[in-house]
């Protein structure tokens, strides 16, 4: 698959200024782009229509958990704006998750992606908000339920990515943050990998943020991220 487009790249920004800064200086070697509730709300939803209308894929992370009709409003708005994948948290159980598959129906091209637990949560987050077990298999429990409802992928941490492909199957997009490449510092994922070891385990998608945008230099760092990807690609 083309990295430019398996690579997402996190717009993790508060200013129209800085986020324009990073998509120009990445051009024709980033066409996927995630778009969060900080960039969104700092600067609006023009930004996110100029992306898709140059050609640009948008993964609204929307991270929906509400009653089922907004959770549906906000899918439609969505798939108004173009984009190409939204989340609804998979905690929200079958009626949130099924509201938003059915209402981006109308949308062929927006996917529906549950997100399963955030990669910064470890066992013991997870014990003090009464889930017991393993974050494992809560991810894998949360994937059932995003499969059962129709969602066309789930959000994991690549720790889970082989077990979720074995699960979900050979068309399932997962998508996987929480990637750090080969001695770079793990931020605060509490579970990370490098790009080719989610790619190989079977991530359809990974999601790089701060390690390209806050580079002095983003786009040579993107391309490490896609060498780290085809390591025998040249640059
Ligand atoms: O850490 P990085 O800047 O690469 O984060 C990119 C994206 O990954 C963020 O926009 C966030 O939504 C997601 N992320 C996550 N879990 C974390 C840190 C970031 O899911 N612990």
Do not use: W
Request: proline share 5%; with cysteine; hydrophobic share 45%.
């Amino acid at each position: 698959m083309d990295p430019t487009r398996q690579v997402i790249v996190a717009l993790d920004c508060d200013t129209r200024q800085a986020a324009q800064a990073v998509v120009d200086r990445l051009g024709d070697a980033c066409r996927f782009y995630k778009v969060g509730l900080e960039l969104l709300t700092a600067v609006g939803p023009q930004f996110v229509r100029d992306l898709v209308a140059q050609g640009t894929e948008v993964f609204l992370d929307l991270k929906l958990f509400e009653i089922p009709n907004s959770v549906a409003g906000a899918v439609r708005a969505a798939g108004a704006l173009g984009v190409s994948m939204v989340t609804v948290h998979g905690m929200g159980g079958t009626g949130i998750l099924a509201a938003a598959v059915e209402a981006a129906r109308d949308h062929p091209g927006l996917r529906v992606l549950a997100l399963t637990v955030v990669t910064s949560v470890t066992d013991s987050d997870l014990a003090d908000i009464g889930v017991s077990g393993s974050a494992e298999g809560q991810v894998l429990r949360l994937a059932r339920l995003a499969r059962e409802t129709g969602c066309h992928g789930v959000i994991a941490s690549p720790r889970e990515v082989a077990p979720l492909r074995a699960l979900l199957g050979a068309d399932a997009l997962i998508v996987t943050p929480g990637v750090a490449l080969p001695g770079e510092s793990a931020a605060e994922h509490a579970r990370p990998a490098t790009p080719r070891a989610a790619i190989i385990d079977g991530a359809s998608h990974v999601v790089v943020g701060r390690s390209v945008t806050r580079a002095r230099d983003p786009l040579s760092a993107l391309r490490r991220v896609h060498a780290d990807l085809s390591p025998r690609r040249a640059y």
